[in-house]
């Protein structure tokens, strides 16, 4: 199914209630400076200068009812277009609202409309909104929060309130019920309770460290993505973690892509001769990679390619760099560093629509592999906005592109919304939108073609009429980022790993000092099977010992005495089922490898 996105009935009504809170909170606070109050994913915010008062969680309450007594009077929402120096007078005071007007005059604007609320409020605003608030169904303000002007750290910081609104109260209890699960699963309370990641400001923001836990998983993952990309028919390469300014330059990055690059780095001294404040005999800039494409190409050009090489299918697992605000990052989801697992198709055109079926069969099976439901994905097609210049490459390649992602789609089945003027400068792509056991969507997979980068770095082949050929070039990632899909399975599985991922897979207790032996003997024989163990020998009771490893999740735990010595067995706990009795051990490696192979 394919659907353009417009802003649907609810999003109307969430951008209305920020309206009413905005209202709601000039009638509360006489001197308030309004900023902007958008619709997001769940639901809507409004930013506000309110001086030296501080809004609290405590503050939230008080809006909530102020904004019900304005709800009740059914008030209308009525449209006013006006030039841009009436505008401005209207908006006197209002520091925020006459830079974005002006901005708006900038852009050649002349007139710009608001919204009227009744006879309590006006605001600047291109809506649409609902016709009265009498359409509003269940509202809740969530949270307060600071957010800089613009998103500049250089700006004022002002204060956020959150909220959402939803058509009857029975949705809104739903979602503040997958709120309060959504808290528990939080994978940066899981990480720290599980001690899988750290994330540390002496180190650096946005800079996750793994423990062994932590890089357990990450490990298994990995050797799984290697292992299923050299079955589909991928090599491997490899690149640095920076690149001479001139690559980026070359690849149009230094232009392009400055907002999210770190500046350069000198690399024609030591740090020592830079501390005395010695000038460098060579200047030698390099940067931080935000991505692996130049490489990849640049290996591609060490000599000429012939079409019998094609389609040419190089896949990485590099780190990159990328700037963020200190005041966005999040946990694993938003980081400074992080890994792709980053591939790119290098093809002919004749071979575009098979390598993009590929691509999609591959994303799917890595989504099933780890659990989620695979007819529940949401795919975005984002193409260009065909009246905009700002796009590579020309019209036959964007219509080509364009029309075979979306057949490839169609033909796969997938749930797709067409995003136009969606598409990056570079090409037009597919995301792929999972959604966890809560029915969060999460972006992860993309699958984008690139009509930049072949041109910039004079990518060609021989074809098989003897002449030189421009190929295409497909970029790919399946998890996105390690980091942050790693954070999106913790949340998923609230900490509980499936078998064949959990850091440890079985743990095992002894009832006595008597049972050490026998229990250290039981784990070489797992350990040599491959399996990942964990010894609780301490002196402590068996209660006691199996709820630590209940609350660590551990999939299996097994418990040595008399009984299974004697017996050469052991008891077997699984997780979620309780006590399953005594087992040959033979018995339970069999099974628990069977597990693992099937990814349960």
């Known amino acids: 199914m394919t659907k353009e996105i417009k802003e649907s009935k609810l999003d109307i ?3 209305s209630v920020s309206h009413v809170m905005a209202a709601a909170v000039k009638e509360l606070y006489k001197d308030v400076k309004f900023a902007i109050g958008p619709t997001i994913a769940e639901g809507f915010y409004y930013d506000f200068d309110l001086g030296k008062k501080t809004l609290s969680e405590e503050d939230l309450p008080k809006i909530e009812a102020k904004m019900k007594e304005i709800i009740n009077k059914d008030l209308k929402f009525v449209r006013e277009e006006l030039p841009i120096k009436k505008a401005l007078e209207k908006v006197k005071g209002q520091p925020y609202k006459i830079e974005l007007i002006k901005d708006l005059e900038k852009e050649g604007e002349k007139k710009v409309s608001f919204y009227k609320l009744g006879n309590i409020f006006e605001d600047l605003c291109r809506g649409p909104h609902i016709k009265s608030t009498k359409e509003i169904g269940a509202f809740k303000l969530l949270r307060v929060s600071g957010a800089y002007w613009r998103g500049d750290e250089k700006n004022k910081m002002l204060q956020r309130i959150y909220g959402t609104a939803f058509e009857t109260q029975k949705e809104l209890n739903e979602y503040m019920n997958m709120l309060a699960e959504a808290e528990k699963r939080d994978h940066r309370k899981i990480g720290k309770e599980q001690e899988l990641f750290l994330i540390d400001k002496t180190v650096g923001l946005g800079l996750p460290m793994w423990f062994p836990k932590g890089a357990l998983i990450w490990r298994v993952m990995e050797d799984f993505w290697y ?10 390469v490899r690149s640095p973690h920076i690149g001479s300014r001139g690559l980026w330059e070359k690849s149009g990055h230094w232009g392009f892509y400055s907002d999210s690059m770190y500046p350069p780095l000198e690399i024609g001294q030591a740090l020592s001769a830079a ?9 030698e800039e390099y940067l931080l990679k935000p991505m692996n494409c130049p490489f990849h190409i640049t290996l591609y050009n060490m000599r000429p390619r012939s079409y019998r090489e094609l389609p040419m299918r190089w896949a990485e697992c590099g780190t990159v760099y990328r700037y963020e605000k200190s005041g966005e990052l999040s946990g694993l989801t938003r980081v400074r560093g992080f890994t792709q697992d980053d591939a790119h198709i290098i093809c002919t055109a004749d071979q575009v629509e098979a390598e993009l079926k590929r691509v999609v069969d591959f994303i799917l099976f890595i989504y099933k592999s780890f659990g989620f439901d695979i007819e529940n994905i949401n795919v975005y097609l984002s193409v260009r906005d065909s009246e905009s210049k700002k796009y590579a490459g020309n019209d036959e390649g964007w219509d080509f592109t364009e029309k075979v992602l979306e057949k490839v789609a169609r033909e796969k089945k997938l749930n797709i919304s067409k995003d136009v003027g969606g598409a990056v400068f570079y090409g037009p792509k597919l995301d792929f939108k999972i959604k966890d056991c809560l029915g969060r969507e999460w972006q992860c997979s993309t699958l984008q073609f690139d009509f930049n980068l072949p041109e910039r770095f004079a990518m060609r082949f021989v074809n098989d009429k003897g002449k030189e050929e421009q190929p295409y070039m497909l970029h790919r990632a399946l998890f996105g980022s390690f980091e942050r899909f790693i954070g999106v399975l913790i949340e998923h599985y609230a900490g509980a790993w499936p078998v064949w991922l959990a850091p440890v897979q079985v743990k095992i207790i002894n009832i006595g000092a008597a049972h050490e032996k026998y229990c250290q003997e039981v784990a070489e024989k797992l350990r ?18 199996i709820r630590k490893g209940e609350k660590d999740k551990i999939p299996y735990i097994l418990v040595a005495g008399d009984k299974e010595i004697a017996s050469g067995q052991v008891a077997v706990r699984q997780r979620g089922k309780g006590d399953l009795g005594p087992q040959d051990l033979d018995k339970f490696i069999k099974n628990i490898k069977e597990e693992i192979l099937n990814r349960k």
């Open 13 to 15: 009504m969430r951008h």
């Open 528 to 545: 040599a099977e491959g399996i990942r163990v964990e010894l609780d020998l301490v002196n402590e009771t068996v209660g006691n010992k």
């Open 275 to 283: 501390q005395e404040g010695k000038k460098a005999e060579v200047k």
């Open 227 to 236: 292992q299923e990309h050299l079955k589909n028919g991928y090599e491997l």
